[in-house]
């Protein structure tokens, strides 16, 4: 097979993934064994860092907590606009360029010297509608080595990460991810796919925050706490110098992302060590 045909094939693969996904049906109609759940979990556990970590943004929707750690930062990529940029428009005041892109909206909802937007979505391809991480990334900060990543493209995370190479997301020293369809860890596939990309990030980073969106409840999964809808925060290894456990969620300066709906802290199940026979079925 040649290596245009196993592309096509990857991005196939990967764009039926992730509809799959997105419309939250069982991809395959095996389910995950409890102990591999809980074993992700502990991979994925957040750490404390030599970084504390501060808020950026508003105090809802749109704001994230991220290591104190910006010092030559000079470029964020942001895809996922929408209506909301305050974490965009926060950089700019510490003098950080974003570059934005977004296809389902004309113009980014902030506009200053330091804001460059682009009208395509990010994906697996290259068209009139999509562009590759990879290629937005070279076109701006091919030279640079401490970017950030602020992604929240509604379930084409899995894809757009995968694709990326390893080298591409190195170049990012701040990663901030909000991950969907978490609770198809349930499905061997979905937690294939969800494992994949995390596998690939963790070889790089430490994940140093996580924050459940209240949009969505959390699904039970043979007594496994399930947040379908949560926001990483990751750091590149190499800034790390110690690092130690959390005790407790939320942290201080969390915030809800919907106003009016009922909160919930992070289940002690993706920060503590859970004994199987103690979770309630």
């Known amino acids: 097979m040649n290596g245009n045909l196993k592309q096509i094939l990857k991005n196939v693969l990967l764009t039926l993934a992730n509809i799959m996904l997105s ?38 929707d749109g704001g994230y907590l991220v290591p104190n750690d910006l010092e030559n930062v000079e470029i964020c990529f942001s895809p996922g606009v929408s209506k909301v940029a ?3 428009a926060d950089l700019t005041k510490k003098g950080i360029k974003c570059f934005l892109a977004d296809y389902s909206v004309q113009a980014p909802p902030i506009s200053n010297s330091l804001i460059h937007f682009e009208k395509k979505y990010i994906g697996v391809k290259e068209s009139e509608v999509f562009m590759t991480l990879e290629n937005w990334v070279s076109r701006h900060g091919e030279n640079k080595s401490d970017l950030i990543l602020q992604m929240d493209i509604e379930g084409a995370e899995y894809g757009v990460l995968i694709d990326a190479s390893s080298e591409t997301l190195r170049k990012f020293r701040i990663m901030i991810i909000e991950f969907h369809y978490l609770d198809n ?34 699904v039970n999964y043979k007594g496994v706490l399930i947040p379908p809808l949560m926001e990483f925060t990751f750091l ?17 300066l969390d915030r809800k992302n919907v106003a009016n709906y009922t909160d919930f802290a992070l289940p002690e199940c993706w920060y503590k060590h859970v004994n199987p026979t103690q979770l309630q079925l």
Do not use: W
């Open 23 to 60: 419309i939250n049906i069982r991809i395959s109609k095996t389910t995950v064994d409890r102990q591999r759940i809980l074993d992700f979990l502990a991979y994925v556990k957040p750490v404390k860092t030599n970084h504390e970590l501060i808020r950026i943004g508003c105090d809802t």
């Open 86 to 88: 305050a974490f965009e």
């Open 185 to 218: 860890l349930s499905d061997r596939i979905g937690f294939q796919l969800i494992d994949l990309a995390f596998a690939k990030i963790l070889k790089d980073f430490e994940v140093v925050h996580i924050h459940p969106n209240n949009n969505d409840k959390p």
């Open 236 to 252: 590149r290894k190499d800034r790390i110098s110690y690092k130690s456990d959390f005790s407790s969620f939320p942290h201080e």
